[in-house]
């Protein structure tokens, strides 16, 4: 993969870090604009956020948590790493990362696209940044925090 320059306030994170960092990030920026996105759509009369009528199955909740992020992890990295043969700015990397998987989880719900696309990106750019590192460090630092908003919000779920 090319090099790409990260900038200095970055690395001072240590892997662990990047992924309290991302995550907490991700459920910020995922909620902000999902509530904002939902308030917009409200004022025109649509009604995107249903909330969830049933709880998770033990399937579901582990799919959840685990498959998908493992798999789907693969995935951001796999078009990172083609992005990166094309593009060699971490934040149009991540951002164009993010639209596509963000436009996928939006094919399923439309409001999905808003709280993933958010999280999507920062997934990629903890996965650009220690992509120079170790692959198997840049799997981790885009996983772990994917794992736990998806955890976060199948709790929710079942809370609910």
Not at 43 to 55: A, C, E, F, N, W
Not at 112 to 140: D, E, I, M, N, P
């Amino acid at each position: 993969m090319p090099s790409i320059s990260i900038t200095p306030e970055f690395r001072t994170c240590g892997l662990w870090q990047t992924c309290l960092l991302s995550y907490a990030t991700a459920l910020v920026l995922s909620f902000c604009l999902s509530v904002a996105a939902d308030s917009i759509a409200l004022q025109l009369g649509i009604v995107m956020l249903d909330p969830p009528s049933r709880s998770a199955t033990f399937s579901e909740f582990f799919g959840a948590i685990f498959f998908a992020p493992l798999f789907e992890t693969l995935l951001v990295g796999l078009t990172i790493q083609v992005l990166s043969k094309y593009f060699h700015r971490p934040f149009l990397i991540a951002g164009i990362s993010a639209m596509i998987f963000g436009g996928a989880h939006g094919l399923v719900a439309v409001s999905w696209f808003f709280g993933t696309v958010c999280s999507f990106f920062a997934y990629s750019y903890a996965y650009v940044y220690w992509s120079s590192q170790s692959l198997r460090k840049a799997y981790v630092a885009a996983c772990v925090p994917h794992m736990l908003i998806n955890l976060t919000a199948m709790t929710l779920v079942c809370l609910g």
